[in-house]
């Protein structure tokens, strides 16, 4: 009982609020000195203060709240902006309805051909002269002789013509004119003109084998048949342009010689020249003549007129030049003249000592002259 007692008889401290023994002075916790007439008035003033009323508002009226200041908001805000002309009236745009437009198609009415009606003329009217006869009237109106019988109920033999008898002559009757044929293009022309012969394809036949047999070209079999490639299959058939045949392979023909070479002009050196001793060579140039074939040449001939026919010199070149050689020079103090022509060869072959044969290819050149010899004293006039 005693210790309910003192448990009971306990108080607070002011200061830190720890449970102090009823007699303390001091708060051991905190060490605060405890007054015990102002804890009563403390106490006694907090029993007789006046609580602060508590609001308590539901959170769905709270939302309700803030919707509508912000309504309330907008609206001034619109409202000051409609007055400043800062708000623009939404332009309406009309909206177009579109009327559906009935289309009538129209029906294709055929209309008959109407085939014009041939109206018979009526018959003519002859009248039987001399010496004329059934057939000589169907022959004038281009009518049958048996027309005329039928038409004057005249024996079937016609032997009963009277002259001055009136005879009804049916008119001709007109015969139609032929039909336009079709004109055949290029083309078509070209393949109804062709002699062809069908082929079909054996085992081991191809395309090039098929060609070859016929002597045609591959080409044209694959266009004649069109085919786009050059395979062809067991038992396929085919037409063979004989038309299209390659020419047959002869004998070459024997090459032609050109006609004979104009006469060449002889360019250097002049004619009547002189030289001397000192001149080691002398070059004669003439014009081409046109371009050579392998086995033609062009004769140089080089005659010493003065000491006779005995000294000549005849060479063969492809050139247009030639160089007289030093030792083709004169061994003698009287100058000697020296005549000069060129002309075209052609070999013909060979002797049996192996020197070739040549045969006039052109005309001879005209002649020039010159003037050769070793003294070196005088130079003579040409």
Same mark, same amino acid.
């Given at each position: 009982?005693?210790?309910?007692? *003192? ?7 002011? &200061? ?5 023994? #009823? ?5 051991? &916790?905190?060490?605060?000195? !405890? $007054? ?5 008035? &403390? ?8 609580? !602060?009323?508590?609001? #308590? +508002? ?5 939302? /309700?709240? %803030? %919707?509508?200041?912000?309504? !309330? ?11 400043? @002309?800062?708000? &623009? ?6 909206? +177009?309805?579109?009327? /559906?437009?009935?289309? +009538? ?25 001399? =010496? $004329? ?61 062709? *002699?062809? %012969? ?5 085992? =081991? ?19 004649? *048949?069109?085919?786009?490639? $050059? ?8 037409? !063979? ?77 492809? $050139?247009?030049?030639? *160089? %007289? ?28 000592? @192996? ?6 290819? @052109? ?10 010899? /070793?003294?070196?004293?005088? #130079?003579?006039?040409?």
């Amino acid at each position: 009982m005693t210790s309910n007692k *003192n448990t009971d008889q306990s108080s607070t401290c002011p &200061v830190c609020g720890s449970r102090i023994s #009823t007699n303390a002075s001091r708060c051991l &916790v905190c060490g605060s000195s !405890i $007054d015990k007439s102002s804890e009563k008035s &403390v106490k006694k003033t907090e029993i007789n203060r006046p609580k !602060i009323p508590s609001i #308590t +508002i539901a959170l769905p009226l709270v939302i /309700a709240l %803030v %919707v509508l200041f912000l309504a !309330i908001g907008a609206g001034g805000v619109y409202a000051v902006m409609n007055q400043t @002309g800062m708000v &623009v009236e939404p332009t309406v745009t009309p909206t +177009i309805t579109s009327t /559906a437009t009935i289309t +009538i198609t129209p029906t294709l009415t055929l209309t008959p051909t109407i085939e014009p009606s041939i109206t018979p003329l009526p018959d003519l009217e002859y009248t039987v002269q001399s =010496g $004329d006869s059934c057939l000589s009237i169907a022959f004038l109106f281009n009518v049958s002789v048996n027309s005329i019988v039928v038409k004057n109920n005249l024996s079937a033999t016609c032997d009963n013509l009277v002259v001055g008898q009136k005879l009804s002559i049916p008119q001709p009757t007109p015969t139609p004119s032929p039909q336009p044929t079709a004109t055949l293009g290029e083309v078509d022309a070209t393949r109804a003109a062709c *002699n062809t %012969v069908s082929y079909t394809v054996g085992p =081991g036949d191809t395309l090039s084998t098929i060609a070859r047999n016929y002597n045609v070209e591959i080409d044209a079999i694959r266009q004649w *048949n069109g085919i786009i490639s $050059d395979i062809v299959y067991e038992g396929q058939p085919l037409q !063979i342009p004989l038309c299209q045949r390659l020419p047959t392979a002869g004998p070459t023909p024997t090459a032609t010689n050109p006609p004979p070479y104009q006469a060449p002009s002889l360019l250097l050196p002049a004619d009547g020249a002189p030289f001397t001793a000192a001149n080691d060579s002398i070059a004669l140039q003439w014009s081409s003549v046109g371009t050579l074939r392998s086995d033609e040449y062009y004769a140089v001939n080089i005659e010493d007129v003065t000491e006779g026919e005995g000294r000549r010199l005849v060479e063969y070149v492809t $050139d247009t030049k030639f *160089n %007289v050689p030093a030792n083709f020079r004169p061994n003698s103090t009287v100058p000697h003249v020296l005549r000069w022509t060129v002309f075209v060869v052609r070999q013909t072959g060979s002797s049996t000592d @192996g020197q070739a044969i040549y045969q006039p290819a @052109g005309n001879i050149s005209n002649p020039r002259t010159f003037i050769w010899w /070793a003294n070196l004293a005088s #130079t003579p006039s040409p």
